[in-house]
């Protein structure tokens, strides 16, 4: 049942009725939408909305932070389970395997016979990885048809692979993905992880900070050039003069924020199809990346549609952070280096990292003087929030303090600066302080690049913040993960009102560049399955325009039950994870046995299956 009649409701309403019916939504925070679309409320509805509305008590915890991996063991175990049912890789992608050490590494699993009986059907009959690079190195073990000839993996010619073919020079494994940069070879892992890695220049420049940090008093004055402004060895070489420091030119460029799990290489690559210009990679921890885990330098991963591109470690040690920024220096391809001094998880701060590291004002100067010293081919940023806890001893501000540190981090050798309108305790429960931002801006003693970040979801809120609020950019968080056209909006200044089919046709093209990026067999789909799902759990929030009675529309709007203009539309807005689930099987096939999905990201705006859709948000990366 809907409410409304139609066009006889409009004629029946008055505009001024209408205008207050609009004004008494957009008060509680409830999206504006036209009353022949909402569905009409029932006495159980009514009864949870009010139940919702009431602060959570001691023993009923607030939708916040992340799920834990206990409550995503099932995820965990489905991908185990496909993974380990798949063929020996160096049998599947060349046809023979004899044991031996090389890429791709052997499983021991030979049995073509056993793997025939237990694989799962396939999803299409033709695969999405061989259409975009002639050959499908998942081979037997992928999930598509059309390359697989008399039991044996062929490429695009219709010729079998073997191990001393041109394509196994060329792509070695699953791994090695033609057109992504930032791949590293077994011998740089090992020996990171055997600690012979020459970090000698990140190491003396540590060294040198912590004699001259050592020897400064604690009662120096702040603008005392003997120790603001350290120029000879003796003290410490720090950061580059002004006329050194490397430059990123961020000033009036749409920039898609790092976005923890789901600002993925896929991901970051749909966004830039759609018209973003600058992307940061996930928040990666300096000390994992030092030690060579795989799966922290996987996250340095580029693609070369990225035309500007960084990216972002978090670590609270000034050694490690300056070894981690010698590291990018000399091996990443990447245009700058982004500091996190933003993340409002309690297991970074427990590392003394992330907003964590406002707070420690000597080891936030180490790092980054450090870190601009080691730079010599990137830029230096950082990204951080107004504050990590509201400081009871700063009168102004509500005790926030990032305006007293923005001109001493220009001093230290940052090149952009990048400000979340909240503090770390506020995490996405209130709306940012853009007001606050401006005043931070006025503070500035360079022409330093200063970027602005807090909830934007139109093309008119970045016009207006970068003319109103100081800023030369503004960042894009949550609101591309919600709506990624919203970079086509701001690059055109339009307002899209995007069809169910143009949505689902981008789902289908982050499936495709999940598939290359991960891989078309069973593990590779599942892990594909998994990030498209993470999205989804965001962009389900989006309400479409066509609907609205407004056109700006407001992140932390949160509609009534509503269906859409035609069923696909009604299911891309549905709140449920079965939903959700649904619409991948569309591109990636039916779920494994057991398969149930828990978003990473704990948020009141969805539901898990048989759960009640609840009216406030905390939302996840932004």
């Not at 970090?199 to 003396?204: G, L, P, Q, V």
């Not at 200063?450 to 207006?464: H, K, L, P, R, Y």
Request: charged fraction near 30%; glycine fraction near 8%.
């Amino acid at each position: 049942m809907v409410e409304g009649t139609g066009v006889a409701s409009d004629n029946a309403e008055d505009e001024e009725t209408k205008k207050q019916r609009i004004a008494q939504a957009v008060a509680r925070c409830e999206a504006p939408i036209h009353p022949d679309f909402l569905v009409a409320k029932t006495p159980a509805t009514s009864s949870d909305a009010q139940c919702s509305s009431e602060p959570p008590t001691k023993k009923q915890k607030p939708n916040r932070g992340m799920n834990k991996n206990k409550e995503r063991r099932e995820n965990v175990a489905a991908m185990k389970k496909v993974a380990a049912l798949q063929l020996c890789p160096r049998l599947a992608y060349l046809n023979e395997c004899d044991g031996s050490l090389g890429e791709p590494r052997c499983s021991q699993n030979h049995d073509r016979e056993a793997f025939a009986e237990t694989k799962l059907p396939n999803i299409a009959d033709e695969c999405p990885v061989l259409e975009a690079l002639g050959v499908c190195p998942a081979g037997l073990n992928c999930r598509f048809s059309g390359h697989v000839l008399d039991g044996k993996n062929v490429d695009k010619c219709g010729v079998a692979l073997s191990p001393n073919c041109s394509w196994h020079q060329k792509i070695p494994h699953i791994g090695v993905v033609p057109g992504e940069k930032n791949i590293f070879s077994e011998d740089l892992r090992i020996s990171l992880r055997k600690k012979t890695y020459d970090f000698s220049r990140a190491e003396d420049l540590a060294k040198a900070w912590d004699r001259w940090h050592s020897q400064r008093p604690k009662d120096a004055a702040e603008n005392d050039e003997r120790y603001s402004l350290p120029t000879d060895s003796a003290r410490f070489l720090g950061p580059l003069v002004e006329k050194e420091r490397r430059r990123i030119d961020l000033r009036n460029k749409s920039i898609l924020a790092p976005l923890t799990t789901v600002g993925n290489l896929p991901f970051r690559r749909l966004c830039v199809g759609l018209g973003c210009e600058v992307t940061v990679g996930e928040m990666a921890l300096s000390l994992s990346i030092v030690d060579g885990l795989q799966s922290e330098l996987a996250l340095l991963r580029r693609h070369e549609s990225e035309k500007c591109f960084g990216v972002q470690i978090a670590g609270g040690d000034v050694a490690v952070m300056s070894k981690a920024a010698q590291f990018i220096d000399e091996r990443v391809d990447c245009d700058f280096v982004d500091i996190n001094c933003g993340c409002p998880l309690d297991e970074v701060h427990r590392r003394g990292a992330g907003s964590r590291l406002m707070a420690k004002a000597a080891h936030l100067e180490g790092i980054v003087r450090c870190m601009s010293g080691v730079l010599k081919t990137k830029a230096l940023t950082l990204k951080m929030r107004t504050a990590h806890m509201e400081d009871n001893k700063v009168k102004d501000f509500n005790g926030r303090y990032a305006h007293n540190l923005i001109p001493k981090l220009e001093g230290w050798g940052v090149s952009a600066l990048v400000l979340h309108g909240r503090t770390a305790r506020q995490r996405y429960t209130k709306l940012a302080d853009w007001d606050y931002i401006k005043e931070c801006s006025s503070r500035r003693r360079c022409q330093t690049p200063f970027i602005g970040c807090g909830d934007a979801m139109n093309w008119e809120e970045v016009e207006q913040h970068c003319a109103m609020h100081g800023v030369d950019s503004v960042m894009v968080g949550r609101g591309a993960l919600i709506k990624p056209w919203l970079f086509t909006e701001i690059k055109e200044k339009r307002h899209w009102d995007i069809s169910a089919s143009e949505r689902l046709d981008l789902i289908r093209d982050f499936s495709r560049y999940g598939l290359e990026h991960w891989g078309a067999d069973s593990r590779g789909v599942e892990t594909t399955r998994r990030f498209l799902l993470e999205w989804l759990s965001f962009t389900c929030r989006y309400v479409p325009i066509g609907l609205l009675e407004v056109q700006e529309a407001k992140i932390n709007w949160r509609p009534r039950p509503y269906v859409g203009r035609n069923d696909l539309e009604t299911k891309l807005a549905s709140t449920n994870s079965k939903d959700w689930v649904e619409i991948t099987e569309m591109m990636l096939g039916k779920v494994p046995d057991g398969f149930s999905f828990v978003p990473k990201h704990k948020s009141n705006a969805y539901q898990a299956e048989g759960m009640q859709v609840k009216a406030e948000d905390e939302g996840a990366a932004g």
